[in-house]
């Protein structure tokens, strides 16, 4: 059974970065596509980003596109969101989740899904 854990999230001021960190166990991240997802109070969860087992490839929604960066650990048992040039708007619950491929990074699509970790851009 793979498990996911995410941290990192935290306090930022508009402008700033966070690092986000996904720790898997159980199984290695090696043959699942992980993608971000945040969710905003009120709000439904929504795909920040993803990359997929093999060749790599990432995706990234439009509103964070050249300020975030996803990313695998060398020994394939983390993923990263790099987030640069942070926005109010990114406020909300950060998740990792796993799926056979990324696909739309539609949530309905993954299967584990890590607690969440907070993130706050504010002033």
């Known amino acids: 059974q793979l498990q996911l854990v995410e941290s990192g999230g935290g306090l930022a001021q508009p402008g700033g970065s966070l690092r986000l960190s996904c720790a898997a166990s159980?199984?290695?991240?090696?043959?699942?596509?992980i993608g971000w997802f945040r969710q905003a109070p009120g709000k439904e969860r929504e795909g920040v980003s993803c990359?997929?087992?093999?060749?790599?490839?990432?995706y990234y929604t439009d509103s964070v596109k050249g300020r975030f960066t996803i990313s695998r650990g060398n020994y394939e048992t983390t993923v990263y969101l790099q987030m640069n040039s942070l926005k109010p708007e990114d406020t909300g619950v950060y998740y990792c989740?796993?799926?056979w491929g990324c696909g739309d990074y539609t949530p309905t699509n993954f299967d584990y899904w890590g607690q969440g970790t907070r993130v706050t851009v504010s002033s």
């Open positions: 989740a796993a799926a």
């Open positions: 159980g199984l290695s991240l090696d043959y699942y596509a």
């Open positions: 990359i997929n087992s093999g060749d790599g490839t990432t």
